[in-house]
C-alpha cells in the first residue's frame, strides 16, 4: 500500500535547544520524525530533570530524563522521556507544533491503514535499533516510530529500550491517567492504552492546522 501525503518529506523544524527534527507529511498531518529531546519549553525555561526513581514515581509536576539516565547513549537516536505533567503545559513542542491529541493519533493510525497493521507501517524497519524481529516493520510512511523504552511511573525504573516505543497523547482518560500508543518489536499493531500520568514516554510533535 502506498501513502498520499499533501507535502511528503516537509523539512526540518528545532526546538529551543536548538535540535533539528525532520519532518513528513502523512495524509493531511505533518509529524516529527523523531522523538522529542528538548531539556526547555518553548519559553526558554528549563524542565526539570529528575534521575532518582523514587523521586520521579511521587511527582506531581513536570520533568524529563534520559533512559538509564544515560544522554550519552540514548538521547540522540531515541529522545528523552517525559512525564504527563510536562506534556500539559503545551509548552513541550516548538511553536506551531503541539502534542497529539488522542483523536489525533486516530487520524494518523486510520490513515495508514487501522490498528493490526499500522504499527509495522510507522516502525523503523530493520533491527539496528530495534530488536529481533521487529514483525512487520517497513517504515513504508517514514514515520521512523523507534523503541525508547519507557519510565515506570510506579517504580522510577526504565524499561524496555529497544523492544517497545511508548507515546504520550495530550489526551487525559482520567485524573491520574492519561491515553498514550505503544508499539512492540514483536507485533505490527499500535496498542491504546491510558497509562499513569507519572510514567515517563517519548514524544512526537504534529505540527499546528
Known amino acids: 500500500m502506498s501513502f498520499t501525503t499533501l507535502q511528503g518529506n516537509a523539512g526540518t523544524v528545532s526546538d529551543i535547544d536548538g535540535n533539528v527534527y525532520h519532518t513528513v507529511g502523512i495524509g493531511t498531518q505533518i509529524w516529527m520524525v523523531e522523538n522529542l529531546k528538548t531539556t526547555k519549553y518553548n519559553d526558554g525555561t528549563t524542565i526539570p530533570l529528575i534521575t532518582d526513581g523514587t523521586t520521579w514515581s511521587n511527582l506531581s509536576s513536570p520533568a524529563y530524563c534520559?533512559?538509564?539516565n544515560d544522554?550519552?547513549?540514548?538521547k540522540n537516536t531515541y529522545g528523552a522521556l517525559y512525564n504527563w505533567d510536562a506534556i500539559h503545559t503545551n509548552k513541550l513542542c516548538p511553536l506551531g507544533w503541539h502534542i497529539p491529541t488522542d483523536s489525533e493519533w486516530v487520524v494518523l493510525i486510520n490513515y495508514v491503514g487501522?490498528?493490526?497493521t499500522a504499527g509495522g507501517k510507522l516502525k523503523e524497519a530493520g533491527i539496528t535499533h530495534w530488536s529481533v524481529p521487529n514483525t512487520g516493520a517497513t517504515n513504508s510512511t517514514y514515520f521512523y516510530a523507534l523503541p525508547g523504552?519507557?519510565?515506570n511511573g510506579n517504580l522510577g525504573s526504565f524499561v524496555g529500550i529497544k523492544d517497545n516505543g511508548f507515546w504520550w497523547s495530550s489526551s487525559e482518560s482520567n485524573a491520574s491517567e492519561s491515553w498514550c500508543r505503544i508499539i512492540?518489536?514483536?507485533s505490527d499493531d499500535i496498542f491504546r492504552e491510558n497509562i499513569k500520568k507519572t510514567s515517563g514516554f517519548s514524544v512526537r510533535c504534529l505540527k499546528d492546522n
Open 114 to 116: 487501522g490498528d493490526t
Open 66 to 68: 534520559w533512559y538509564n
Open 149 to 151: 523504552g519507557y519510565r
Open 184 to 186: 512492540y518489536f514483536s
Open 71 to 74: 544522554s550519552v547513549t540514548y
